[in-house]
């Protein structure tokens, strides 16, 4: 009921910077809040960042707190995760994830499709 499209991965430098985008379609208003998760070869899916669709607050991982910001903008129904001083243990499968409910008000969890994050030294 919720579909999410993922943009903006790629390679690279060390210290240089990445855009993500993920627009989500469907029933959007069902949607509580909005996160990026990353998942290294050989390692964990591990949460980067959240935001709450309503207020707007925002929270981060300590690997990333103050590298990356999470935003959003409800009007096109799309959350974005800014990363800056990109390094090379960044390197990543990045997922977008939705937290909301279904059409019989059961909560369900929603996930992109991911995108290869690739940092070089």
């Known amino acids: 009921q919720v579909q999410l499209v993922e943009s903006g991965g790629g390679l690279v430098q060390a210290g240089g910077s990445l855009r993500l985008s993920c627009a989500a379609s469907g029933r959007t208003f069902s949607i509580n809040n909005m996160n990026w998760f990353r998942q290294a070869p050989g390692k964990g899916r591990e949460f980067v960042a959240v935001?709450?669709?309503?207020?707007?607050?925002?929270s981060y991982a300590e690997s990333v707190k103050g590298r990356f910001t999470i935003s959003g903008d409800n009007a096109k129904n799309t959350v974005y995760l800014q990363m800056n001083s990109l390094k090379p243990e960044d390197t990543a499968v990045y997922y977008c994830?939705?937290?909301?409910?279904?059409?019989?008000?059961?909560?369900?969890?929603?996930w992109g499709q991911g995108t290869q994050v690739t940092v070089s030294s």
């Open positions: 994830n939705a937290g909301g409910y279904d059409s019989s008000l059961v909560p369900m969890e929603y």
């Open positions: 935001i709450m669709w309503s207020g707007g607050m925002t």
